[in-house]
């Protein structure tokens, strides 16, 4: 039995090596009135050995965080085979439960899937979407642009989201959201991985993959008012 986890503990090891880790992506929920949202993403960092998770509070309407709004944290552990990174996320969430609530954050509050990308289902181009919202009569037509520059540690990239929208009472609006100007160093490539309506219904959520150079993949996301 010890063998067979020491073998098991070395195959993770080398596969987070020389394959980059995913880290996880955790919803923590919309304020009551859709104006604020809060995730979280934790994981294990082959390259020092710690857990980490890194906490967000979003200001919806704007596409910015808040003051203050972003926390890291890392920590010494050891994860066994069949363990999870999940302990750094509650480690976090602890010390930063003041912030949450000053938000009005309630974990309840996740907002309404619109798309999620499954992997095993895999698509021929998951950053062209075409998908109607049958509860709010809505179609949506999303094509994520990017661009990336350079090699090695001159790559950097960018990218931007432009969104069709039409609605129920015939109404056609074109948005572009993003930062397209800003270039993020290190980052080879954007997925679009999930779609969010906020609770208000007022605002869009996009929950982004971005793989950086050692194939790590982290998520950023960005809003959209939508009425």
Same mark, same amino acid.
Not at 39 to 67: P, W
């Given at each position: ?99 949450? !609530? ?5 974990? =309840?509050?996740? @907002?309404? *899937?619109? $798309?999620? /990308? ?5 698509? &021929? ?42 609605? !129920? ?5 074109? =948005?572009?959201? @993003?930062? *397209?100007? $800003?270039? /993020? ?5 954007? &997925? ?36």
């Amino acid at each position: 039995m010890k063998k067979t986890v020491l073998i098991c503990s070395l195959l993770l090891i080398a596969f987070s090596l020389f394959a980059g880790d995913t880290a996880r992506f955790v919803n923590l929920g919309f304020s009551g009135d859709g104006a604020y949202f809060m995730f979280a993403q934790h994981g294990f960092q082959s390259d020092t050995g710690k857990l980490y998770s890194d906490l967000y509070i979003v200001d919806v309407k704007r596409n910015v965080f808040v003051s203050g709004g972003v926390h890291h944290g890392e920590y010494e552990s050891i994860i066994e085979p069949g363990q999870s990174s999940d302990g750094a996320l509650y480690t976090l969430l602890e010390s930063t439960a003041d912030q949450r !609530r000053r938000y009005n954050i309630a974990y =309840l509050e996740k @907002g309404r *899937p619109l $798309y999620i /990308r499954f992997p095993e289902r895999e698509e &021929e181009n998951p950053n062209n979407l075409n998908f109607r919202d049958f509860e709010r009569n809505t179609a949506y037509t999303i094509d994520l642009v990017q661009e990336v520059e350079g090699e090695g540690s001159a790559l950097k990239s960018r990218f931007y989201i432009d969104l069709k929208l039409e609605q !129920r009472n015939g109404i056609v609006k074109n =948005l572009k959201i @993003g930062h *397209p100007d $800003y270039y /993020r160093e290190g980052i080879t490539g954007y &997925e679009i991985n999930r779609i969010l309506l906020s609770p208000d219904e007022d605002s869009l959520i996009f929950i982004i993959n971005k793989s950086d150079v050692d194939l790590n993949v982290r998520y950023m996301i960005e809003t959209a008012k939508i009425n």
